[in-house]
């Protein structure tokens, strides 16, 4: 071995002992690699193999599945665009990622040859009441505008750092616009638990179970049944997992949650913990959010502290209990509870099949409750105020309130807190959406809605979202928005059932065929054929809800579809101009004669 | 399952398959109860013996409208179950067909051809063509191993493989890597070939693949075809794989 190699060798193993120690997750361990070197190469594959004791394909694996891990080196500035239909590229009307890409003669996917920038579009980071957004080595930059394009242009080419960019860009607010029985007290830190001993567990339980919490990750699963399930699980050990991934398109409501609210997020924790019976509990965080670890760590250091983590809480001999957060790395699919697990535990993010249920088989195969941030919010709420309290608002099937992400064509994009039973006119009144044609509620997995049913409710029994609820006026292309949702699940789908990996796919492309023009009524029928397959023969959430945007689409917005149509029976996939892009690209031109029509 | 088994080792129950009762022991899926009577529930991810995985999806069946995979649903006592439906078919022969499209399965110049459970699962199924345009994807051919062919161009995604490294062989040889349809096959050593993983011809995991995917090098044609396994057998024959596997391994017998 050269003394070359052997001192990146070196290098290699001294980081990866370094941020094994750190945490002892693999994710963990990839991203400082991958922050280091700008890759994560065949050597470093196998040092960490070797470092973790774990085979090398499962390494390699891992590696592969993630969008934030690259085998190929990106650029010292890596550029990431959001392609939501509200914090992406394009959300302003005009295409920022080429106007970017002109002013760094780079093209979105790659790395410059210099190896300054790189850049390439991502899957919604949640900024969506900020207007355009972007992450520069994960630090999102929001409110985007053709202005900033070349300021950010020209940092980078001058390779000012980061600390040096204007700090105004960096600025992601709260925007909380309505609060409603959660967002409207902030609970003074540990009273939620101390109220929580004087009940015991099995009363902290019985609260839950009688406040009719569910799920607030989209679900709706009954909180306090989870809890008391895995609580009667056999299990060596069992454990608490806050699902903070948060990759639903148009949902933000947690990164605000996790902004202004850790100490009562922490505080269910211990609630649960306390009540199941856990002494560790997990934040899974989406990697779109690292850059609120700082805080959240400071967080629990404060809490440990105060006695509100740690050994005998509260002074409560045995009550025992702390908090890790693991920081995901681009992947969607790592917000189903399962495959959230999977990711937990170092591998690919692919969900597991049920039965057995996380309740009894969860984390290393023991009793785990997984249940979204705004859940144990709701929880310490109810633990201290009491089940009737949380009862007395809502409806009878969907008690308490629900915490709203609302972006989109409206006037005041924000935080919306509601109690269940709200109508979508009220809510449309309230952030300012004049001229509605449709609105998507739950994000791209869940409904599209039209004018005509603006005076359904929110809440279990109609309505049901996880917090996302994008507004579209009557000036959008809806079909451009069911395209953009299409690539969103292509992109995503973890890969493991047929229906959903190439189903995802066949649906992208025979949208991209119609949108450009060259469906015919055969392709709509297709469409309409597959996406019904996609959605009942999927092996998870993901592919059940996939198709969802078409489905709805089709119903609601025919004229969407059918105005695009040519008025043959049949037309080719093969389309000869689009053929020839690859070519254009190599040959840098892109005038009238480089193309067909 | 395992909970349940040890719960009820002798309770016997029966669910019902496209009106026949069928027995089932604690801890069987519908699958194992469904083939433990006779009856064939198409499916390629799943192999007798081996740890369910429930991804090919061609053993949808409907419990009283509701989609399940066979290979990993527990049966359950009453459970109403359509199988050998013209709507449930249709559904397969869908899935087959998006399998061959994703892949480039030139069955002519294929070596498995006659032999291949998923060209089989076409035949059966009706399948007349892709349907679908093909996604003409670029696979990595492996032919580093002294006797193994790996040519991911057939390969399904099946584990088939993975587990039958891990659960028979006691090595861990195949994973799959990658996500959505960038998903693919690695093999487990250095340099990520096979030459340098510990896969020998002895393996079931040299064996097992359904499709053409993992061949034996230098027994190519030994049966010549139209005697193949597939021209002399349905694949919706019971206890089949048996007969493939002792034929691939000894393609006299
Ligand atoms: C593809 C997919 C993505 C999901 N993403 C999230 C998510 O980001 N956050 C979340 O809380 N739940 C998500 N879920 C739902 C979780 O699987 C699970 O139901 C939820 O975390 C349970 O918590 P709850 O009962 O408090 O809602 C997702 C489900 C699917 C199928
Ligand atoms: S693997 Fe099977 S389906 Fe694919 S080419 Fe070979 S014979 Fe045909
Ligand atoms: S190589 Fe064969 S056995 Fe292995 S996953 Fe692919 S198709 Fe299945
Ligand atoms: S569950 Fe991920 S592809 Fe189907
Ligand atoms: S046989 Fe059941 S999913 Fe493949």
Redesign the pocket.
């Known amino acids: 071995m050269d003394s070359n190699t052997a001192n990146t060798i070196g290098l290699l193993r001294s980081i990866i002992a370094e941020a094994y120690a750190e945490s002892p997750h693999l994710l963990h361990v990839l991203y400082a690699l991958q922050r280091q070197f700008l890759h994560i190469s065949d050597e470093a594959v196998r040092e960490v193999a070797a470092h973790l004791d774990l085979p090398l394909s499962q390494v390699d694996a891992v590696v592969e599945f993630y969008s934030f891990f690259h085998k190929i080196p990106r650029g010292r500035y890596d550029i990431l665009f959001s392609n939501c239909t509200s914090c992406g590229y394009m959300a302003g009307g005009v295409d920022l990622m080429a106007m970017l890409g002109r002013r760094l003669d780079i093209v979105a996917g790659n790395t410059r040859g210099d190896g300054l920038v790189s850049m390439d579009q991502t899957s919604c980071i949640g900024m969506c009441d900020h207007g355009a957004a972007l992450l520069v080595n994960g630090m999102p930059i929001v409110s985007l505008d053709a202005a900033m394009i070349d300021r950010i242009a020209a940092l980078v080419e001058a390779e000012t750092p980061l600390e040096d960019w204007p700090a105004e860009w960096f600025q992601v607010d709260d925007n909380i616009r309505v609060s409603g029985m959660l967002l409207k007290d902030d609970l003074s830190t540990g009273i939620g638990l101390s109220t929580m001993l004087a009940l015991d567990a099995a009363g902290t339980l019985s609260e839950i179970i009688q406040s009719g919490l569910r799920g607030r990750g989209g679900a709706g699963f009954s909180t306090g049944m989870k809890w008391q399930f895995c609580r009667e699980a056999q299990g060596a050990a069992r454990y608490v997992v806050c699902n903070a991934d948060e990759g639903e398109p148009g949902t933000f409501k947690d990164r605000v949650l996790l902004h202004s609210h850790a100490d009562s997020l922490f505080e269910g924790m211990a609630v649960c913990a306390f009540a199941v019976g856990a002494k560790q509990g997990y934040l899974y965080l989406r990697g779109e959010y690292r850059y609120l670890l700082p805080h959240l760590q400071s967080v629990l250091a404060r809490r440990r502290g105060l006695g509100l983590l740690g050994v005998d809480i509260l002074d409560q001999p045995g009550f025992n209990f702390d908090i890790d957060i693991v920081v995901g790395a681009g992947a969607y699919i790592c917000g189903e509870e399962s495959a959230l697990i999977e990711s937990l535990e170092g591998k690919r993010g692919i969900p597991r099949t049920r039965p057995p249920f996380p309740v009894t088989h969860g984390y290393l195969g023991q009793p785990t409750v997984v249940n979204n941030v705004e859940t144990f919010i709701a929880a310490t709420h109810i633990v201290l105020r009491g089940s009737a309290w949380f009862r007395a608002v809502g409806t009878e099937k969907s008690a308490g309130s629900k915490i709203l992400s609302i972006s989109g064509d409206c006037a005041a994009p924000g935080i919306y807190e509601y109690p269940f039973g709200v109508t979508i006119r009220q809510v449309l009144d309230d952030c300012g959406a004049k001229d509605a044609q449709a609105v998507q509620i739950g994000g791209p997995s869940g409904t599209l809605i039209g004018s005509a049913e603006f005076d359904r409710r929110l809440g279990f029994d109609d309505l049901s979202t996880g917090g996302s609820l994008m507004v579209f006026s009557q000036a959008r292309d809806m079909l451009a928005v069911i395209v953009n949702f299409a690539h969103f699940f292509a992109h995503e789908s973890c890969g493991f059932?047929t229906p959903c990996r190439v189903g995802t796919v066949l649906l992208k492309n025979g949208l991209d065929k119609i949108a450009g023009g060259h469906g015919t009524r055969y392709d709509l029928d297709e469409m309409q054929r597959l996406a019904t397959l996609v959605k009942s023969r999927s092996h998870c959430g993901l592919g059940q809800t996939a198709a969802n945007p078409i489905l709805d689409g089709l119903q609601r917005f025919p004229q969407a579809f059918e105005q695009r149509l040519v008025h043959r029976d049949f037309e080719p996939h093969f389309d000869l101009d689009a053929a020839l892009e690859e070519a254009r690209q190599i040959s840098h031109r892109d005038d009238a004669a480089a193309h067909i029509e | 399952m395992s909970a349940d088994i040890k719960q009820s080792p002798i309770t016997k129950n029966t669910i019902t398959i496209d009106g026949q009762e069928i027995p089932f022991l604690a801890g069987q899926t519908i699958?194992d109860a469904a083939l433990a009577a006779g009856v064939y529930?198409?499916?390629?991810?799943?192999r007798q013996g081996f740890t369910?995985?429930?991804?090919?999806?061609?053993?949808?069946v409907d419990i009283a409208s509701r989609s399940a995979?066979?290979?990993?649903m527990p049966a359950v006592a009453g459970q109403q179950i359509s199988n050998n439906t013209p709507a449930l078919n249709e559904a397969r022969k869908t899935i087959t067909q998006m399998l061959f499209i994703e892949g480039n399965h030139i069955c002519p110049s294929c070596e498995k051809c006659g032999d291949c459970t998923l060209q089989a699962m076409a035949y059966h199924l009706g399948m007349l063509d892709g349907h679908f345009p093909q996604f003409f994807q670029r696979r990595e051919v492996d032919a580093s191993h002294p006797t193994v062919m790996l040519d991911r161009d057939r390969c399904i995604l099946?584990e088939l493989c993975v587990r039958a490294s891990r659960e028979v062989d006691g090595k861990n040889v195949f994973a799959i890597a990658g996500r959505g349809i960038n998903a693919h096959l690695v093999v487990n050593s250095a340099s990520g070939k096979l030459v340098d993983s510990d896969l020998e011809t002895s393996d079931m995991a040299a064996h097992i693949c359904p499709v053409g995917a993992i061949l034996i090098k230098e027994h190519g044609y030994e049966v010549p075809i139209g005697q193949r396994t597939f021209d002399l057998h349905q694949v919706s024959e019971i206890g089949l794989e048996k007969t493939i596997l002792t034929k691939v391994r000894q393609p006299d017998e």
């Open positions: 059932c | 699958m529930i198409p499916h390629l991810c799943h369910p995985h429930g991804s090919c999806k061609l053993c949808v995979s066979a290979c990993t099946c």
